[in-house]
C-alpha cells in the first residue's frame, strides 16, 4: 500500500519526525563509555511516553524476526547492522553504535537512524564507513522530487556506497511512510535510474542506507532479531524520514543543529 500525505497534514508528519529527531540527539549525548543499552532503551521509552507518541517496534512482530521486538529503539554495536535488540551489553570506547528509532504521533509515522562512535576515539575506518552512509543518504534526498522515480533514488545511493568501496546488499532497504511504519515502495539501496514507482507530494520516504565494511552477507543472531556482518566487520547505519514536496523534498527527521544527515 502506498499512502499520500494530505499537505494539510504535512504539520503532523513534521512534529513526528522532530521528535524522532530529539529524542536521537539526546540519546546519542548520553549514549557514553559505561552506557547500558538496555539503559538507552528506557530512556526512549520514557520520552516516546513523554511525548504521548507510540512506538512502532515494541508490539512490532514481522516475518523477519523472532516474536514480538519487546523494546523501544534499535541499539546495533559493531558488527550489528539492523534490528539490534538492546541487551545487557555496557558501552566501550570506540564502538561504533547505531540508533534506529520509529515512532508515531498523531497518526504519522517517522523512522530515523544515525551510527556515532563511542567516546573520542578517532577510527578513520569507522568514520569513513559512517560517513559514506550519511553521503549516500544526502544523494538520495538530493534525487527526490515530484516526478522522480525510485529507481532515480536508489541509483543515486548506491553509487555513493559503491564509490567508497562498501559491498551494498538489497536485503533491507527504505521504504514508504504513513500511519504505518513499513509501506511500499521498497526502496533498494542500488538500482537503476528511471526505473519505479514516479515520487509525488505527499509521499513520505524512510531512506536507509546501511554497510558493512567487508560483506554483503547478513546473519541472524541468537535472539531472533539483530542482524549482523557474515564476517564480524564494522557496519553503519543512516536513516531519515522525507517528504515529497511540490518542488523537492523535506527532510522531517533533521536534527535542529545539525550540519548534515544525522549529525
Ligand atoms: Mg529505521
Ligand atoms: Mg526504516
Redesign the pocket.
Known sequence: MIEILDPADLPRARATGALVAGILQTLKGRSSVGTNLLDIDRWAEAMIVEAGAESCYVDYEPSFGRGPFGHYI?TSVNDAVLHGKPFDYTLAEGDLLSL???VSLGGVVA???ISFIVGGAEEPASLAMIDATERALSAGIAAARPGARIGDLSHAIGSVLSAAGYPISTEFGGHGVGSTMHQDPHVPNTGRPGRGYTLRPGLLL?L?PWIMADTATLYTDADGWTLRSATGCRTAHS?HTIAITDDGAEILTRPRSAAGPGR
Open positions: 534499535c534506529d528509532l520509529a523512522d530515523s537512524a524512510a536507509e536513516e
